[in-house]
């Protein structure tokens, strides 16, 4: 795994077909802070999602960030990423980290259950997602996750844990303070007027870490 930590603020792209903009937006995501980006676009046909993720991830090098691809193994070895993000319904953990190797980043989403956490740690997962926290216009039906549960992961986890879900600057503080090492944002950054002052809002929320 690559000694960049999982901490602080993960920006997650929005669905576009536009790569400019997408560049673009991201820049200014990580102008104001962010030090990891996952590649999420649901909505992109295959050409289009290798050739936005390959562009992302020359601008990740470029701000030293992390830079994960959200579920696509094969997009992510593709490009050289320096890791994947998989979920209940995506590649096994034990498939992707065959196809990717040792070193590179794989995130598990665990939604609100302590006990796949557990199982994806056992199984090599270098960090575990919770979430949903709060209502989320991504994800409007996803099933609530207690804040509790964060301080119980960090009591048992070894791993970094990551918050999700409807997170903001204003409420992002009650999961830092919970045991959240990082905090994965879409809607509050970009969909704010200003992207880089909308990340640089989240900084405060890490400074005691």
Same mark, same amino acid.
């Given at each position: 795994?690559?000694?960049?930590?999982?901490?602080?603020?993960?920006?997650?792209?929005?669905?576009?077909?536009?790569?400019? *903009?997408?560049?673009?937006?991201?820049?200014?995501?990580?102008?104001? #802070?962010?030090?990891?980006?996952?590649?999420? =676009? +649901?909505?992109?046909?295959?050409?289009?999602?290798?050739?936005?993720?390959?562009?992302? +991830?020359?601008?990740?090098?470029?701000?030293?960030?992390?830079?994960?691809? =959200?579920?696509?193994?094969?997009?992510?070895?593709?490009?050289?990423?320096? #890791?994947?993000?998989?979920?209940?319904?995506?590649?096994?953990?034990?498939?992707? *980290?065959?196809?990717?190797?040792?070193? +590179?980043?794989?995130?598990v989403s665990c939604y609100?259950?302590?006990?796949?956490?557990?199982?994806?740690?056992?199984?090599?997962?270098?960090?575990?997602?919770?979430?949903?926290?709060?209502?989320?216009?991504?994800?409007?039906?996803?099933?609530?996750?207690?804040?509790?549960?964060?301080?119980?992961? +960090?009591?048992?986890?070894?791993?970094?844990?990551?918050?999700?879900?409807?997170?903001?600057?204003? =409420?992002?503080?009650?999961?830092? *303070?919970?045991?959240?090492?990082?905090?994965?944002?879409?809607?509050?950054?970009?969909?704010?007027?200003?992207?880089?002052?909308?990340?640089?809002?989240? #900084?405060?929320?890490?400074?005691? *870490?």
């Amino acid at each position: 795994m690559t000694a960049r930590p999982i901490a602080g603020l993960y920006a997650v792209t929005p669905d576009t077909e536009d790569t400019a *903009r997408l560049i673009r937006l991201v820049e200014a995501t990580l102008e104001g #802070g962010a030090r990891i980006v996952q590649y999420r =676009n +649901k909505i992109a046909a295959p050409a289009l999602k290798l050739a936005q993720a390959r562009a992302l +991830k020359a601008v990740c090098v470029e701000h030293d960030a992390l830079f994960i691809v =959200n579920d696509d193994v094969g997009v992510a070895r593709e490009v050289d990423a320096d #890791g994947v993000h998989v979920g209940r319904d995506d590649p096994a953990l034990a498939t992707a *980290r065959e196809t990717l190797g040792r070193e +590179k980043v794989i995130g598990v989403s665990c939604y609100r259950s302590l006990a796949l956490a557990r199982e994806a740690q056992g199984a090599g997962a270098d960090y575990v997602a919770f979430g949903s926290f709060f209502p989320s216009r991504v994800k409007p039906g996803a099933v609530r996750a207690p804040v509790e549960l964060l301080t119980d992961a +960090k009591r048992e986890l070894s791993v970094p844990v990551v918050a999700i879900g409807g997170i903001t600057a204003a =409420n992002g503080g009650e999961l830092v *303070r919970a045991g959240a090492d990082a905090l994965a944002v879409i809607s509050a950054l970009f969909d704010a007027d200003d992207v880089t002052a909308a990340a640089a809002a989240f #900084g405060p929320l890490f400074a005691s *870490r």
